[in-house]
Each structure stands twice: as C-alpha cells, then as structure tokens.
C-alpha cells in the first residue's frame, strides 16, 4: 500500500499542482488509461471546490489531498470550512443554468458538482473525522 | 500547459482562439478577455475551443457569463469543439444544451450569426 500526501496552501495556482500529481499517481496505481483524464478532472474539481471554500471563509490551513492504491485508487480532498458548507449534491439542470439570475460562482459551483457526480462513481462527500471540514472521496478501480 | 488567447474576425464574427489549460487559475484572464471584447462593441463571439486540453468548471462558468452577457446586448455566442473528452463534460453537465455547439469556426460563424 503506497500512500501519498499532498497539501497545498488555498490558491487557484496550486490546483494544477494537484491534478498532475493526482494522475500521475494513478497511472502508476494501474488505473486504466482511459480513465485518466477524469481522474484528472474531478481531482481538479475536487480541489477547485476545496480552495474556494477556503478563500470564502478566510481560511490558511492548507488543503490536503490523500491518494493511495491499497486494492483500489482512493483520493481524499480534505478543506477545513464549515461542515455546512459543503455537503450535498446539487447538480443544476439545463434550465437553471441558462436563469440570467443565476450567478457565475452558484453556476460554477453547481457545474462543479455536476462534474463529480457524473465521472466518478464512488464519490462520497463527508465530515471530517477530526475537527471542521468535509472531505471528498473517490474511489477508482486498478487493473493488477 | 499555460492558457493562450488569440482573436480574429471572420466576417462579423469575432473568434477567439482558446488553448491550454482552462481552470481556477487561468479562467479569469479568459474571462477578462471576453469582457474585453464584449465591451469594446463586439456582438457575434465564437470561442474555439480546439486547442483546449483541460477545461472545469470555473472555465465553463466563465463561457456561461460571456453567454448571457452577449444575449442581453442582442448577441450570440457559440462554441467549437471536437474533442471527445470535451464534448463528454458538457453533456455530463447538460450545457449541451445550453450553448450552440458545433465542429468547425465555418458551421460556427457559418450558423451562429
């Protein structure tokens, strides 16, 4: 079982950072090739989520981001705001992100979730088990 | 790779040429650029995404305001892609039927006026 840690300090330019590494350590868990740029991208979402979270509660604390390849390519994005800003699912159907009224980040926050759900099957968001924050979990298949 | 941004008219249409990497980081110079055209008079905007590898949804939010923006002014906005990976993100994210989306700058500047 390898584990490998990254965290990195709330800003947007970190999050590419996290994508390369959160791939590249998939191919080499043996996740299928063609998977890989949705690993990519709902990393990418997972991190995007987690940093402006952070930004919208004036949080420092760093954002982590966990991937080990113990039977399965688990990825955990751990942010540190409060539980009841991150929890739920709530993709925005066709309409809603067409409303005038909608703005750019509930769009962006909406289309965020609608990307996670949609690549990735094992998906959980979920408190913490220490202190504040949620995490979110992905889960994807190795080939061995 | 680093986002690039490069425009030109076809006929009066303006295309904006869109390559790299579109996330957190890089979508609000796209977003200031088509701010920057939108403002300055332009009315028929197509954004070619054919040169994109990586696009989320902070990029989609900003090609959703630019949308809205141009619909208000009596504009249009439409999008090229033929990319697989792509078109799968915004079917996935139902924006398929959000945006006029077609395969080349020639049916997009060619239907999209």
Redesign the interface.
Same mark, same amino acid.
């Given at each position: 079982m390898a584990t490998v840690r990254l965290s990195f300090s709330p800003a947007?330019?970190h999050?590419?950072t996290a994508?390369l590494v959160g791939v590249a350590v998939a191919r080499r868990a043996g996740v299928r090739e063609d998977l890989l %740029?949705e690993v990519?991208?709902a990393i @990418?979402?997972a991190c995007?989520r987690a940093?402006?979270l952070h930004r919208q509660y004036g949080l420092s604390e760093p954002v982590l981001v966990e991937m080990s390849d113990s039977g399965a390519y688990a990825v955990r994005v751990v942010d540190r705001a409060p539980i009841e800003a991150g929890i739920g699912l709530a993709?925005?159907?066709?309409d809603q992100?067409?409303n005038?009224s909608l703005d750019? %980040?509930d769009?962006?926050?909406g289309? @965020?979730f609608?990307?996670l759900a949609?690549?990735v099957e094992d998906l959980q968001v979920r408190p913490v088990d220490d202190g504040i924050g949620t995490e979110v979990r992905m889960v994807w298949p190795v080939a061995r | 790779m680093e986002l690039s941004l490069a425009t030109r008219t076809v006929g009066e249409h303006t295309v904006l040429e869109v390559g790299g990497?579109v996330?957190?980081?890089t979508a609000p110079r796209l977003r200031e650029r088509l701010l920057e055209l939108i403002d300055g008079g332009v009315r028929h905007v197509v954004v070619d995404l054919g040169r994109v590898d990586?696009l989320?949804?902070?990029g989609?939010?900003?090609l959703?305001?630019a949308l809205?923006r141009l619909?208000?002014a009596d504009g249009t906005f439409a999008l090229v892609c033929d990319k697989e990976?792509l078109l799968k993100?915004f079917r996935?994210?139902?924006?398929d039927?959000?945006f006029p989306l077609h395969r080349t700058v020639e049916a997009a500047t060619g239907a999209g006026k």
């Amino acid at each position: 079982m390898a584990t490998v840690r990254l965290s990195f300090s709330p800003a947007p330019v970190h999050v590419r950072t996290a994508r390369l590494v959160g791939v590249a350590v998939a191919r080499r868990a043996g996740v299928r090739e063609d998977l890989l %740029d949705e690993v990519r991208l709902a990393i @990418g979402e997972a991190c995007t989520r987690a940093v402006a979270l952070h930004r919208q509660y004036g949080l420092s604390e760093p954002v982590l981001v966990e991937m080990s390849d113990s039977g399965a390519y688990a990825v955990r994005v751990v942010d540190r705001a409060p539980i009841e800003a991150g929890i739920g699912l709530a993709a925005l159907d066709a309409d809603q992100l067409a409303n005038e009224s909608l703005d750019e %980040d509930d769009l962006t926050t909406g289309v @965020g979730f609608a990307l996670l759900a949609g690549f990735v099957e094992d998906l959980q968001v979920r408190p913490v088990d220490d202190g504040i924050g949620t995490e979110v979990r992905m889960v994807w298949p190795v080939a061995r | 790779m680093e986002l690039s941004l490069a425009t030109r008219t076809v006929g009066e249409h303006t295309v904006l040429e869109v390559g790299g990497e579109v996330d957190v980081y890089t979508a609000p110079r796209l977003r200031e650029r088509l701010l920057e055209l939108i403002d300055g008079g332009v009315r028929h905007v197509v954004v070619d995404l054919g040169r994109v590898d990586f696009l989320d949804s902070t990029g989609l939010g900003v090609l959703v305001g630019a949308l809205k923006r141009l619909r208000t002014a009596d504009g249009t906005f439409a999008l090229v892609c033929d990319k697989e990976p792509l078109l799968k993100i915004f079917r996935i994210t139902a924006l398929d039927q959000v945006f006029p989306l077609h395969r080349t700058v020639e049916a997009a500047t060619g239907a999209g006026k």
